[in-house]
């Protein structure tokens, strides 16, 4: 199976403060999301552009994976974002309210013009009802894409919505992006939490997330760190009936048997599958694939 990459947690950072892109490389983050678009004035875009790809270039951000979130190209600053981070050394460029097709393809030519590595992803934030409706077709848009990101504060906004404990003004939006997500073979990122000092609804939106299927929430501060980390985590039981659903099904296949049962439950291929990828994760965060190992980067 392909090499699983640990997204539990990604922490979007100004990349206007110094201070927080000199902090980020203790954070026990996944993914930091070094931002140049909503966390950062129009006076300050040229220089905060310009100190995040002075950070990259520093390095020192172990396995953390380095996104950065450029303007849309519709802005003054996108161009001039996109070419300097085509060889800065991100892992990704994160696109702000992707909404069609062509703004993905316009994306990858601009950072093939700037002769980007073929390994530099492109994250597409689905934000807006258009970009919720055009999920799919944006998903499989380029082979840059390696994941969407919901963008739930917006969509809230355009929707004219409420915010709600349990965040049913957003789940069929949330469905439909994962759903363009896993057709395409692609990661997908829930949304962040506001409420910084509620710690209980922030657990259970991160228990919501997992359990709809995303691979980790996008976070607005640190605190909310290990909440995330432990949710999107398969837990000790969840790793520990993953490998004897392995073993079981392992010694049925061994007895010339398609299907067995572990706990009273069927289990076939489907299963092993799930299970193989709970354990992958498991020693990938284990071996410090996600935010605490050495990284030349």
């Known amino acids: 199976m392909p090499a699983v990459r640990p997204r539990r947690s990604a922490l979007y950072l100004p990349g206007s403060n110094a201070r927080a892109l000199e902090k980020a490389r203790t954070l026990p983050a996944d993914a930091l999301i070094l931002d140049l678009e909503d966390a950062v004035a ?3 875009k040229d220089a905060a552009r310009a100190q995040v790809v002075a950070a990259l270039g520093q390095g020192g951000f172990g396995r953390r994976e380095r996104v950065v979130r450029v303007n849309g190209l519709g802005t003054p600053w996108g161009a001039a974002d996109l070419a300097a981070l085509a060889r800065a050394g991100a892992d990704a460029v994160c696109l702000p309210k992707v909404e069609r097709a062509a703004e993905v393809h316009a994306a990858a030519q601009a950072l093939a013009a700037g002769h980007a590595p073929a390994g530099l992803a492109l994250w597409c934030m689905i934000e807006t009802p258009r970009g919720v409706l055009a999920a799919d077709e944006i998903a499989g848009a380029s082979p840059r894409v390696a994941c969407l990101v919901a963008g739930t504060s917006d969509l809230v906004k355009d929707l004219g919505a409420r915010h709600t404990a349990g965040r049913a003004e957003v789940l069929t ?3 439909l992006v994962l759903l363009a ?3 395409h073979g692609l990661a997908a990122l829930d949304g962040v ?3 910084l000092e509620d710690a209980a609804g922030l657990e259970a939106a991160c228990r919501q997330g997992r359990d709809l299927g995303f691979d980790g929430k996008t976070l607005i501060h640190p605190k909310q760190l290990d909440a995330a980390n432990r949710a999107f985590a398969p837990d000790e039981a969840e790793l520990e009936r ?3 659903v392995i073993a079981a099904h392992a010694q049925a296949e061994a007895a010339g048997q398609g299907v067995t049962v572990v706990d009273g439950r069927l289990v076939e291929a489907l299963h092993v599958a799930a299970a193989r990828r709970t ?3 498991a020693e990938a965060i284990a071996a410090g ?3 605490a ?3 030349p980067g």
């Open 42 to 44: 129009p006076a300050a």
């Open 173 to 175: 939006s949330l469905s």
């Open 181 to 183: 997500a896993r057709a």
């Open 193 to 195: 939490f506001l409420d």
């Open 242 to 244: 993953a490998r004897r």
């Open 279 to 281: 354990v992958a994760l």
């Open 289 to 291: 694939h996600g935010a």
């Open 293 to 295: 190992g050495p990284h």
